[in-house]
């Protein structure tokens, strides 16, 4: 749902007052695009179903859009699929595909060092299985940006920059490298389950990226340092910070909104995208780093 406010305002005459109605109407129109979502199963892993949700923009056209593709946080052992619904509909309704996947968790007690390769393998299954039916979506294969948060933002990382990881069954020939990222609070360190290390794997090939912390949050350390690391490549980087709050603060009414239009106007000035930039929320300042 789109609500709007509306002003007393003074029209001049030079515009015919249906020209100025119509341009109004077109314009709520297109920033209110509605969409559709829909389940897949994207890898069986014994009896286990891997599934994905698939928001798409129901427009007429069929020109190819870009996707942004998120992982669920939780710490590899909570969380689901259904945790970035209101972000996958934020960037459906600006007309790109948005996708929100599940992967494997965690048995509490489990070695990590065994078990979260597992689960950067499920997620560049899923990066597979968009840009495997691109065309059933309308999607834009040059224009893949991966997103999440917490662990997600490790997982959505790792599946562009860790190469020896694949599942035997995948088709290695469809590439998993992203266009860009989006990463809400990423958990990098200082954990031992979150290896390895995605500061350690930054080269002149690592994709732009836009990050959110709080500057309350424990793993802001980490994010710091892969921030400086992709500035001193020259590779396009923000990092924005919400002063006073911790983990996963992006999650919050207000925080949520002002989050995902600073990640949009990232695409925008990248020109990964097209459209009109969205404004700050002045209730919910975000800062910019700068190193």
Same mark, same amino acid.
């Given at each position: 749902?789109?609500?709007?406010?509306?002003?007393k $305002?003074k029209?001049?005459?030079v515009?015919?007052m249906?020209? !100025?109605?119509?341009?109004?109407?077109?314009?709520?129109? $297109?920033?209110?695009?509605? @969409?559709?979502?829909?389940? *897949?199963?994207?890898k069986t $892993?014994?009896e286990?179903?891997?599934?994905?949700?698939?928001?798409?923009?129901?427009?007429?056209?069929?020109?190819?859009?870009?996707?942004?593709i998120?992982?669920?946080? =939780? #710490?590899f $052992?909570? #969380?689901?699929?259904?945790?970035?619904?209101? @972000?996958?509909?934020?960037?459906?309704?600006? =007309?790109?595909?948005?996708v929100?996947?599940?992967y494997?968790?965690?048995?509490r007690?489990a070695d990590?060092?065994?078990?979260?390769?597992?689960?950067i393998?499920?997620?560049?299954?899923a990066?597979? %299985?968009v840009?495997?039916?691109?065309? &059933?979506?309308?999607?834009?294969?040059?224009?893949?940006?991966?997103? =999440?948060?917490?662990? /997600?933002?490790?997982?959505?990382?790792?599946?562009?920059?860790?190469?020896?990881?694949?599942?035997?069954?995948?088709?290695?020939?469809?590439?998993?490298?992203?266009?860009?990222?989006?990463?809400?609070?990423?958990? *990098?360190?200082?954990?031992?389950?979150?290896t390895?290390?995605?500061?350690?794997?930054?080269?002149?090939?690592s994709?732009?990226?836009?990050?959110?912390y709080g500057d309350?949050?424990r793993?802001?350390? /980490? /994010?710091?340092?892969?921030?400086?690391?992709?500035? &001193?490549?020259?590779?396009p980087?923000t990092? %924005?910070?919400?002063? =006073?709050?911790?983990?996963?603060?992006?999650?919050?009414e207000? %925080?949520?909104?002002?989050t995902?239009?600073?990640?949009?106007?990232?695409?925008?000035?990248?020109?990964f995208?097209?459209?009109?930039p969205?404004?700050?929320?002045?209730?919910?300042e !975000?800062?910019?780093?700068? @190193?």
């Amino acid at each position: 749902m789109c609500l709007y406010s509306m002003k007393k $305002i003074k029209v001049r005459s030079v515009m015919p007052m249906n020209i !100025l109605l119509f341009v109004c109407v077109f314009l709520l129109s $297109i920033s209110c695009i509605a @969409q559709e979502k829909s389940t *897949y199963v994207y890898k069986t $892993i014994g009896e286990k179903q891997l599934k994905l949700d698939v928001y798409t923009p129901t427009v007429s056209d069929q020109k190819a859009r870009p996707v942004i593709i998120f992982f669920h946080g =939780g #710490g590899f $052992i909570i #969380g689901s699929r259904s945790l970035h619904k209101y @972000q996958c509909t934020y960037f459906a309704q600006r =007309g790109m595909v948005a996708v929100s996947a599940d992967y494997r968790l965690l048995a509490r007690g489990a070695d990590p060092k065994t078990e979260v390769p597992k689960c950067i393998m499920d997620a560049k299954s899923a990066v597979r %299985w968009v840009k495997q039916y691109a065309e &059933k979506f309308n999607v834009d294969t040059n224009k893949v940006f991966l997103a =999440g948060a917490s662990a /997600g933002g490790f997982l959505a990382t790792a599946a562009t920059f860790v190469k020896d990881v694949n599942e035997k069954t995948d088709d290695l020939r469809i590439s998993v490298d992203a266009t860009a990222l989006v990463l809400f609070n990423p958990a *990098y360190t200082p954990d031992t389950r979150y290896t390895p290390s995605m500061p350690s794997l930054v080269s002149k090939e690592s994709p732009p990226a836009v990050l959110f912390y709080g500057d309350q949050d424990r793993f802001k350390l /980490g /994010g710091d340092k892969f921030f400086n690391l992709l500035r &001193k490549e020259k590779i396009p980087t923000t990092l %924005w910070v919400a002063s =006073g709050e911790n983990h996963s603060f992006y999650k919050l009414e207000g %925080w949520n909104e002002a989050t995902c239009n600073m990640a949009y106007n990232f695409l925008l000035e990248n020109e990964f995208v097209t459209g009109l930039p969205e404004p700050d929320e002045p209730r919910f300042e !975000l800062k910019r780093q700068e @190193q």
